[in-house]
Nanobody, 121 residues
């Protein structure tokens, strides 16, 4: 099972950009589809973006065209490039390694501790 750690959050003005990183431990990172979720105060955790083990991305409608998810398997890292940030993007952002079967074995979900993103002037 991988462990994941997020970084890159911070305070940014509306219209600004941030890039979040999620580094995974272990040598089997490439088998995982990776997801970003976020949770704003008083709200449920919501899906942001996903990238498959093969590199295919998909996005929540609320971030489509502004956010880009990518991965570098050589660095065991998934990124979330966030542009044109809005105050409503303020949340704790979580990285998730999606549970998967590989070589007859199940590798369960793994979640990071989250990184705070605040969009405010």
């Amino acid at each position: 099972q991988v462990q994941v750690v997020e970084s890159g959050g911070g305070l940014v003005q509306p219209g600004g950009s941030l890039r979040l990183s999620c580094v995974a431990s272990g040598s089997i990172f490439s088998i995982y589809s990776m997801r970003w979720y976020r949770q704003a105060p008083g709200k449920e955790r919501e899906f942001v973006a996903r990238i498959s083990s093969g590199g295919s991305p998909n996005y929540a409608n609320s971030v489509k065209g502004r956010f880009t998810i990518s991965r570098d398997n050589a660095k065991n890292t998934v990124y979330l490039q966030m542009n044109s940030l809005k105050p409503e993007d303020t949340a704790v952002y979580y990285c998730n390694a999606e549970g998967t079967y590989y070589s007859l074995r199940y590798y369960p979900d793994s979640w990071g501790q989250g990184t705070q993103v605040t969009v405010s002037s």
